[in-house]
């Protein structure tokens, strides 16, 4: 199983990204796609989560500006972020939880100017 994460980059304070992360499975035999995110000394946390319902869950520090949503058609999640804050600087994962197990893709650095 590949995941393959793009779209990170620089942008500065208040703009806005859109990450994804296409899997090399089929979407219906996935529970959860995830994304974290890791800054320089900290730990990996969970950002935001879609379930197979299309549910979704968010860490508190991006509710309200951070949307995950997933494309059946094209087995991917994206997380579009906006109103972005220097602390949301960090690598960001996405995760897959599947019938075959759990995956992680390679990270794609998000890093926010003040």
């Known amino acids: 199983v590949q995941l393959q994460a793009s779209g990170g980059g620089l942008v500065q304070a208040g703009g806005s990204l859109r990450l994804s992360c296409a899997a090399s499975?089929?979407?219906?035999?996935?529970?959860?796609m995830d994304w974290y995110r890791q800054a320089p000394g900290n730990e990996r946390d969970l950002v935001a989560t879609?379930?197979?319902?299309?549910?979704?869950k968010y860490a508190d520090s991006v509710k309200g500006r951070f949307t995950i949503s997933r494309d059946n058609a094209k087995n991917t999640v994206y997380l579009q972020m906006n109103s972005l804050k220097p602390e949301d600087t960090a690598v960001y994962y996405c995760?897959?939880?599947?019938?075959?197990?759990?995956?992680w893709g390679k990270g794609t650095q998000v890093t926010v100017s003040s």
């Open positions: 879609t379930s197979e319902s299309g549910s979704t």
């Open positions: 499975i089929s979407i219906f035999s996935i529970n959860t």
């Open positions: 995760n897959v939880n599947s019938v075959y197990g759990e995956y």
